[in-house]
T-cell receptor
Framework: NAGVMQNPRHLVRRRGQEARLRCSPM?????VYWYRQLPEEGLKFMVY????????ESGMPKERFSAEFPKEGPSILRIQQVVRGDSAAYFC?????????????FGNGTRLTVT | KQEVTQIPAALSVPEGENLVLNCSFT??????LQWFRQDPGKGLTSLLL?????REQTSGRLNASLDKSSGRSTLYIAASQPGDSATYLC???????????FGQGTELSVKP
């Protein structure tokens, strides 16, 4: 059973470009979570999605960031008009049921560098 | 506002030693607590999940305890090995949602 798959592993974007980060949850997992790890800071929650629904987006910046988890295909975290402060490691996690019962399983992350 | 603190920030021990990592949280109203390890440049590996009604969980050489009333959890690692070298993170789930609140981690180095 493959783990949580994230791609790309590394992504370089110039300021003003768009970044698309993909996450395929573990097989049988319908709950997806995105976290961000800024340099010298801890992991911070961004958004929690279940198939086709956003459950909690309280950690998402109000502008330029969006996330989706369509019925078919991976979850996508989209960052429009990237700025240097967006440089970070972005981690996706999944669980079969909700987070109350099951541990979250994390992918290896996408490291975004904005030049 | 829930805050999670891990002490020490870094720890270096000789191989074979038993050790304890500490995690404290400011609000005792948590749903569960999870311990992870993170290797450099990698993602997080889930180690143990303790529900709020539980006192401890064990997996192999690892034992995690939870004292909700005092806002503390410990991760005990027995007979440490160089392969245990990593950053250990604890995270609390304040409700039944997906918003885990992480500590800053303890960077563990086990010397051969």
């Amino acid at each position: 059973n493959a783990g949580v798959m994230q791609n790309p592993r590394h992504l370089v974007r110039r300021r003003g470009q768009e970044a698309r980060l993909r996450c395929s949850p573990m097989k049988g997992h319908s709950h997806v979570y995105w976290y961000r790890q800024l340099p010298e800071e801890g992991l911070k929650f961004m958004v929690y999605l279940q198939k086709e629904n956003i459950i909690d987006e309280s950690g998402m910046p109000k502008e330029r960031f969006s996330a989706e988890f369509p019925k078919e295909g991976p979850s996508i975290l989209r960052i429009q008009q990237v700025v240097r402060g967006d440089s970070a490691a972005y981690f996706c996690a999944s669980s079969p049921e909700g987070p109350a019962r099951d541990p979250l399983h994390f992918g290896n992350g996408t490291r975004l560098t904005v030049t | 506002k829930q805050e999670v603190t891990q002490i020490p920030a870094a720890l270096s021990v000789p191989e074979g030693e038993n050790l304890v990592l500490n995690c404290s949280f400011t609000d005792s109203a948590i749903y569960n607590l999870q311990w992870f390890r993170q290797d450099p440049g990698k993602g997080l590996t889930s180690l143990l999940l303790i529900q709020s009604s539980q006192r401890e969980q064990t997996s192999g050489r690892l034992n995690a305890s939870l004292d909700k009333s005092s806002g503390r959890s410990t991760l005990y690692i027995a007979a440490s090995q160089p392969g245990d070298s990593a950053t250990y993170l604890c995270a609390v789930n304040p409700n039944q949602g997906g918003k885990l609140i992480f500590g800053q981690g303890t960077e563990l180095s086990v010397k051969p």
